[in-house]
């Protein structure tokens, strides 16, 4: 409850800073202004908000900035005696101010949202999962149905299957995956030693989250330069009472969360169930 009070009156703060900065930005900024030099501060003010407002995107805010202060500095040398250069100068200054605060309280506003929304996304693919019926999901072996399912239900870009051979001596890549396009996985040696962290998390019956195109180099002989993995979740898949495979899902979006593990586990537990009564 206090964090909530804390962000709330946060909020309301950034908001009253920006609003009482840009007032009093642009009553300094059209000080002793008459006729056309007034619309020429106002369009100056303006460009001084938006330099503040994309203060983070400096090649997009330097030059607005530095329109805004051409336009400032023209209007005073065709008008030298309409106010006060300095005190005009001081007033673009906190418009900019203005503008930055009131970016930073949008921005983060924006977040909060789409953080919410996220959440809420997750628990109703939880909610989904947990009240549907695994045998609905695909035919038992089915294993292309499986992994979809899975990434459906996780929010994946990419997702693909490995199961154990028949001499449980290798991880062999499943032909039924999603959104791997030219990329082709590499069956794994599973060995005692010497195994990434990533199979080695597996063959202790231990989820592996990773981040970036590094989390998945051991699965492929070779990634492509256009491929940008922002988070990967690789989860094992006990059959019976052994570990006959893993679920690898990727996401090109954020990382995954410790909902989304899970999820992706509880969904691989059904999975592996389904294999084993086939």
């Not at 009156?9 to 840009?22: E, K, M, Q, T």
């Not at 300094?28 to 006729?35: C, I, T, V, Y």
């Not at 250069?85 to 007033?91: C, F, H, T």
Request: net charge negative.
């Amino acid at each position: 409850m206090n964090s909530i009070k804390a962000l709330l009156g946060y909020r309301i703060g950034a908001s009253a800073a920006a609003v009482l900065l840009v007032l009093a930005g642009g009553s300094l900024n059209a000080s002793g202004r008459e006729g056309w030099a007034t619309g020429v501060a106002a369009l100056a003010g303006v460009l001084a908000v938006a330099a503040g407002v994309t203060w983070r995107t400096w090649r997009l805010s330097v030059p607005i900035a530095a329109a805004a202060l051409v336009l400032s500095l023209l209007s005073a040398q065709s008008n030298p005696r309409q106010g006060d250069l300095i005190l005009q100068l001081i007033g673009l200054l906190l418009l900019g101010e203005g503008g930055a605060v009131a970016g930073d309280a949008y921005r983060d506003f924006t977040e909060t949202i789409q953080r919410q929304a996220r959440e809420l996304q997750q628990k109703h693919r939880a909610f989904l999962a947990a009240t549907s019926e695994s045998e609905s999901i695909a035919a038992p072996g089915d294993m292309g149905a499986l992994t979809t399912n899975i990434a459906q239900q996780v929010g994946a870009d990419l997702a693909w299957c490995y199961l154990a051979s028949a001499d449980q001596r290798q991880f062999v890549p499943q032909a039924q995956g999603i959104g791997l396009d030219h990329m082709h996985p590499a069956a794994i040696n599973r060995r005692q030693n010497g195994t990434g962290p990533l199979v080695a998390a597996i063959e202790s019956g231990q989820a592996y989250a990773g981040q970036g195109n590094g989390s998945l180099r051991e699965l492929f002989a070779y990634l492509p330069d256009d491929l940008h993995v922002q988070g990967s979740l690789a989860v094992p898949m006990p059959i019976g009472d052994r570990i006959g495979g893993f679920i690898v899902l990727a996401s090109n979006v954020a990382e995954f969360t410790d909902d989304d593990r899970r999820l992706a586990t509880t969904l691989t537990l059904r999975a592996g169930a389904q294999l084993a009564s086939a």
